[in-house]
């Protein structure tokens, strides 16, 4: 067994109805003022009413920036932060997908009193330094797992993002309420699950730091997500349905922080940056691709995965080809839950594969990780197959 060090987020709340209980926690985390970071979407249904009026009984002051956009920009970081600042606050929530949550963890740090930083300083891999505001994250999509990662993703210009990743960015108290999720639209639903099935996956395969208890976790993550992704899209007010996928993208999170994800986020984040693609479509889009592209390394691996993920339909086989089954089994998977298959079905021009090409293998970081090298050469065939 190879030497590995596994960290994660300190305390899991895992109960239907918590969010009701937000400003209690905060509380208990000795917050005097609550920053929650959080997006228009969700203002506009009104999930967030279910939390602040416990911020009243408590008589706890909160602030809330709810400008937060899909793949949030350096100037959105930076203004949330301002905002607390301007309100002394002492401690940062997360309410939302991945974007808010990415964005409350910068902001945790950038707001701290003792910050020296500046956010251009803190992208790449143990760049961000020095001491946090205590960070509650409360995820209201199951994908992408941003409650257990020490993880932000930011857009840094007009198509391209870059990474913070440090362990100053972990958060302090993931609190799982499937009721927010209750009323997420089929096709999110759809693209995020897939998300953090692609996490588990990606963990599973990871080159260099894949270890026994990401192994572990990634599995159960694939099968709770796996058993439920369908019942949450075709029956979105099944709360048993909606917590399983909850719990699972949390999974497979934990597994994807510390055995890290490879070429189908590298091969997506240009579709995100280029054409606004919703990153969980973006990684479903290019998934069976990689795969294909990875088999020859990776099938023992995908072979291992293969009979939680198809369940009944798995038959046995060798490797090469109960990989190949896996890999049909989740494209079908795509097309059952109604997301675009194809680069073209998403308005991707086809003259314009190379410059994706060009802009993934900017993504060293996540290459690094991935079973088989992959040269832009490479990176534009797998372009091509998902056109």
Excluded: W
């Amino acid at each position: 067994m190879q030497a590995f060090a596994f960290s994660t987020t300190r305390t899991i709340v895992n109960e239907p109805g918590s969010a009701q209980r937000l400003a209690q926690i905060c509380k208990e985390q000795g917050a005097t003022s609550v920053l929650i970071v959080t997006d228009p979407g969700i203002r506009k249904v009104g999930l967030l009413e279910r939390a602040l009026p416990g911020f009243a009984s408590e008589r706890l002051p909160v602030a809330v920036f709810d400008e937060t956009e899909a793949d949030p920009s350096d100037a959105t970081v930076l203004k949330a932060t301002a905002l607390g600042r301007q309100h002394k606050v002492d401690l940062v929530v997360g309410f939302g997908g991945g974007s808010s949550m990415d964005v409350a963890k910068l902001v945790a740090l950038l707001a701290a009193p003792d910050c020296k930083q500046e956010l251009k300083d803190m992208y790449g891999v143990g760049n961000a330094k020095g001491r946090r505001l205590p960070l509650v994250q409360v995820p209201t999509t199951a994908g992408t797992g941003s409650e257990v990662t020490p993880i932000a993703i930011v857009t840094t210009g007009a198509t391209t993002k870059a990474g913070v990743v440090s362990p100053v960015l972990q958060p302090d108290i993931a609190l799982l309420d499937a009721e927010l999720t209750l009323g997420l639209p089929p096709q999110v639903t759809a693209a995020t699950g897939i998300d953090a099935m692609v996490h588990a996956i990606e963990a599973f395969t990871s080159k260099h730091k894949k270890n026994p208890l990401s192994d572990m976790l990634a599995k159960e993550a694939l099968r709770l997500l796996s058993n439920n992704l369908l019942k949450a899209v075709k029956e979105g007010s099944d709360l048993n349905a909606r917590s399983n996928m909850l719990l699972g993208a949390l999974l497979a999170g934990q597994a994807f922080a510390n055995a890290p994800v490879a070429a189908v986020h590298a091969l997506a984040y240009p579709l995100g940056g280029h054409f606004h693609i919703p990153h969980g479509l973006s990684n479903s889009l290019v998934l069976p691709h990689v795969m294909r592209f990875n088999a020859p390394e990776a099938q023992h691996h995908y072979a291992e995965l293969a009979p939680i993920i198809m369940g009944k339909s798995y038959k046995t086989g060798t490797a090469a080809r109960v990989t190949s089954s896996l890999i049909d089994f989740i494209e079908d998977l795509i097309m059952e839950v109604e997301l675009p298959a194809r680069l073209r079905d998403c308005k991707v021009p086809e003259n314009f594969l190379g410059k994706l090409a060009s802009d993934a293998m900017l993504q060293q970081r996540l290459l690094i990780n991935n079973p088989r090298e992959v040269t832009e050469k490479d990176a534009l065939d797998i372009y091509r197959a998902a056109y």
